[in-house]
């Protein structure tokens, strides 16, 4: 079984700077997708950016990247110019790969997510 | 907003009661998923149908059961409840089965229920 690991439950960060949030998974898949999604206090769930595990490149998204290391199971998310918007939960997730015949399971696993503040 | 609705958006109920929560995927999609988060198991994938199937099941409890109609909304019902079933249900929607064509999945802003 697949598992996800989010070891800061809570960090904080000055408005404009940089800020990391870790997450390590545990998978005996070769093929799937890690996500990172937002969760502010209106509590709707937000697609922060999503990583194929066969692509090397790691993924951005405007301020937003990740760090990738797929031999050392580690997806981190890296926040540039934090901004007050950005406080909310964030949540790592994995998702195996669909299987040609249809019969995968597009599930979310989910981390227990870090609370994160950004300051004025 | 994400196209996806649950309604409704607050539920409080007693305990020993059956409460069912709706959900209306995004125009199109085929897969909707359920999520239970609660604050001390975290977000947990509870039940996925795919075009009226049920595709997969995860942490589900057998008081709890959904089923996904013909025009592709979907239902969960909660039946026997408990002070512990208190929670943000989450609805998910996605065009194929995600994973399956590379596609996210977008949730609904959840439904709050309260058991007392």
């Known amino acids: 079984a697949q598992t996800v690991t989010q070891s800061q439950p809570e960090m904080s960060v000055q408005e404009a700077e940089t800020v990391t949030l870790s997450c390590t998974y545990d998978?005996?898949?070769?093929?799937?997708?890690l996500f990172w999604y937002k969760q502010p206090p209106s509590r709707q769930m937000i697609l922060v950016i999503r990583?194929?595990?066969?692509?090397?490149q790691n993924a951005t998204e405007n301020r937003f990247s990740v760090n990738f290391q797929k031999a050392a199971k580690s997806f981190s998310l890296k926040i540039s110019d934090s901004q007050l918007g950005d406080t909310a939960m964030y949540f790592c997730?994995?998702?195996?790969?669909?299987?040609?015949?249809?019969?995968?399971?597009?599930?979310?696993?989910f981390g227990k997510g870090t609370k994160l503040s950004v300051k004025p | 907003d994400s196209g996806v609705t649950q309604t409704p958006k607050h539920l409080i109920t007693a305990t020993g009661q059956r409460v069912t929560l709706r959900c209306s995927p995004r125009?199109?999609?085929?897969?909707v998923y359920w999520y239970q988060q609660s604050l001390d198991q975290g977000l947990q994938f509870l039940i996925q149908?795919?075009?009226?199937?049920?595709?997969a099941k995860g942490n589900i409890l057998e008081r709890f059961s959904a089923q996904q109609f013909p025009d592709l909304h979907s239902e969960l019902n909660l039946s026997s409840l408990e002070l512990g079933d208190s929670a943000l249900y989450f609805c998910?929607?996605?065009?194929?089965?995600?994973?399956?064509?590379?596609?996210?999945?977008?949730f609904g802003q959840g439904t709050r229920l309260t058991v007392v």
């Open positions: 998910a929607s996605s065009p194929t089965l995600a994973g399956h064509h590379n596609t996210e999945a977008f």
């Open positions: 998978t005996s898949e070769n093929n799937y997708y």
């Open positions: 990583q194929e595990a066969y692509k090397q």
């Open positions: 997730a994995f998702m195996k790969h669909g299987a040609e015949d249809g019969g995968s399971q597009g599930n979310l696993i």
């Open positions: 125009s199109g999609d085929l897969s």
């Open positions: 149908y795919y075009n009226g199937e049920e595709r």
